[in-house]
């Protein structure tokens, strides 16, 4: 495979496609799928875990279950003196906002927000704004999301 990292190869990246679709997939059902001994995946995976190509195994959540159906992503914008480590951590505060992802040009900021409704999204946007670092926003509430399936079958 082309601009594959050096310790990488096609059996260890069919490891993390089948680990990226399913963390608790069971070492035994790996192997079967990638025709490796068990200890093989196993070590595998290990080395893959120390190199830091795996950083840890998460949940996929329901949130509309959770009581938080409305998605949003807002785009935050900043006075040019603000450091990019204070944009990072403008929401450590506030739970509902997912992420913050800092960005090169315009937007500063993208906010990745869960809410229950719309006036709790509005108060988290009003949250943001009332830093007094941020200087304007722009949201854009989520209607569907869809992931893309993966040319290659693992």
Not at 48 to 76: S, W
Not at 108 to 131: E, G, N, T, Y
């Amino acid at each position: 495979m082309k601009d594959l990292p050096e310790e990488l190869d096609e059996t260890d990246l069919a490891i993390l496609g089948l680990l990226s679709k399913n963390a608790r997939r069971t070492l035994g059902d790996i192997s079967e799928r990638v025709a490796l001994s068990v200890p093989a995946v196993k070590r595998r995976i290990e080395r893959l875990e120390q190199l830091k190509i795996i950083l840890g195994y998460t949940t996929k959540i329901d949130h509309v279950k959770m009581g938080r159906p409305i998605e949003a992503f807002t785009e935050l914008r900043f006075a040019g003196d603000v450091r990019v480590d204070a944009i990072a951590c403008i929401a450590d505060d506030i739970p509902e906002v997912e992420a913050v992802f800092t960005m090169a040009g315009d937007p500063d900021a993208l906010a990745w927000i869960r809410a229950h409704d719309v006036q709790h999204l509005k108060s988290v946007i009003d949250r943001l704004r009332s830093s007094g670092r941020v200087t304007g926003t722009k949201t854009l509430i989520v209607l569907g999301t869809s992931t893309p399936e993966k040319k290659r079958d693992f």
